[in-house]
């Protein structure tokens, strides 16, 4: 898909393209210092597979993988706490737990990470497949969402993201898609991404496609129009009826704002 249409795409358009297809391909991938970030600020945890190594020791380097109880056993050392650490905290802690043993002195250790496992997010709501993604690298909010097939049309236009200590964003779709990388924010384990359902509206009446359509930020009623197809031949802006909580509005403002569960009547114009 072309991606310069993007950038002028209404807010009633967006919801319905933000698929793998476009996200994926309107998105950079995390640039090599970017996982470098990710990997120095990742904490290990259970089921994580990692190499530690002492330079100039061939016969310490040693991989495996990170237990239930979060330690790993370790050449001369048995078992060492590692889980709730970044790998530059257990490097620290290893090299002096080898000077302090007498093993090696000022043993300079290095540790990477092989696989990744411990750290997750959790997608639900109107999007293509929910479910517990593994995040191993730094990843923005949009490249989470093309991981999980984007949102369905009949998704909201915004997403709700909480981390586990901190406050509940919403996050417009659109400036994913178009924003800059302040609107895009790196998500972060632990984190919950949460699309909900659109919020609908229903017109009837003398439209092009009468129907129940999502209500996007800001909807108008002549926006709401125009998602119907717009009046058709028969029809009149001057004959509009809106039904609100069981109430009935009369005189009608193109501009005013759409609400959730507002029924919008085109009335037949006068030849």
């Known amino acids: 898909m072309n991606l310069r249409p993007l950038i002028g795409l209404t807010l009633i358009g967006v919801i319905g393209i933000f698929s793998l297809a476009n996200v994926a391909s309107a998105q950079q991938t995390s640039s090599p210092s970017q996982a470098a970030t990710a990997d120095q600020t990742y904490m290990l945890g259970p089921a994580d597979v990692i190499e530690v190594s002492v330079l100039g020791q061939a016969d310490f380097t040693t991989r495996g993988r990170i237990g239930e109880d979060g330690t790993i056993r370790l050449p001369y050392l048995g078992s060492v706490p590692a889980g709730g650490r970044t790998i530059s905290q257990l490097s620290d802690e290893v090299g002096k737990a ?45 490249e989470i969402l093309a991981r999980v097939g984007g949102v369905k049309d009949t998704g909201a236009d915004y997403v709700v993201l909480r981390a586990p200590n901190g406050p509940e964003r919403h996050l417009p779709i659109k400036d994913l898609a178009t924003g800059d990388e302040t609107q895009d924010p790196y998500v972060a384990p632990g984190d919950k991404i949460f699309v909900p359902k659109a919020e609908i509206f229903y017109l009837s009446g003398q439209v092009n496609a009468p129907g129940a359509y999502p209500i996007t930020e800001g909807m108008t009623v002549r926006m709401a129009i125009a998602r119907g197809g717009g009046i058709n031949q028969l029809g009149s802006d001057k004959k509009l009826k809106l039904t609100r909580h069981g109430v009935k509005l009369t005189n009608i403002d193109l501009e005013s704002k759409i609400q959730a569960g507002d029924v919008l009547v085109v009335g037949e114009r006068l030849f």
């Open 98 to 142: 080898l000077n302090r043993g007498g093993f090696y002195s000022h043993a300079i250790v290095k540790v990477e990470i092989v696989s990744y496992a411990s750290r997750y997010v959790t997608v639900l709501g109107d999007v293509a497949s929910p479910g517990l993604i593994p995040v191993d690298r730094a990843y923005r909010l949009s």
